[in-house]
């Protein structure tokens, strides 16, 4: 095969990869975007802050991204991850000894039989167990709504992770583009000063013997 005729060929089919690089780059990079402006938008509407340094407790200073966000607005996949699991979850520790939603339905049932029970026999001790029952109750709502915050938040990062990604694969797919576009340039170059008669690869002719 000529030289010249098989650097074009490499060249060419460099050029078709890199377009189909570039056109993946601008794919990935549009997913990105739209996730990025997405989730800011949700979160931006929510009107979410940060509590400023100076309001911070103890407890909520040994956590070094509520330090770096005090008093910033909520508007970024990895502000919410912070919020969620370091603010929230920090909180929700503190409620019920740290008893789920699903933990405490059982006490709530268990109470509200007793009370039904207590109120049908007029038993003494039936303004005690309404009190337990409510503090119960409120307890259950509260770690419900955080709870339910929580995931939507963390929802809203593991989204913007995924246009993180694609960022990421964006940038990997341009990179290779532009090397391919380099090495097919200079396929190009070579092709056109390479003699048309340079062949690749040709065998080498055997000499024949020389006769006496």
Known sequence: MKRRTLDLLFSIGGLGLAVLLLVVGIVLTTNANFANNYVHDQLAAQHISFKP????????????CLREYAGKQLTTGKQAECYANEFIGLHLKGIADGKTYADLGAPESALKAQVAEAQQSNAANLADLQKQLAGVSAQRDTVFKGETLRGLLLTSYGFSEFGRKAGQGALAMYLGAALLLLLSAAGLV????TPASETFAAPEKTKEPVTT
Do not use: F, G, M, Y
């Open 53 to 64: 340094a100076d309001k911070l407790t103890d407890e909520e200073k040994k956590s070094d």
């Open 190 to 193: 070579h092709a056109v000063r």
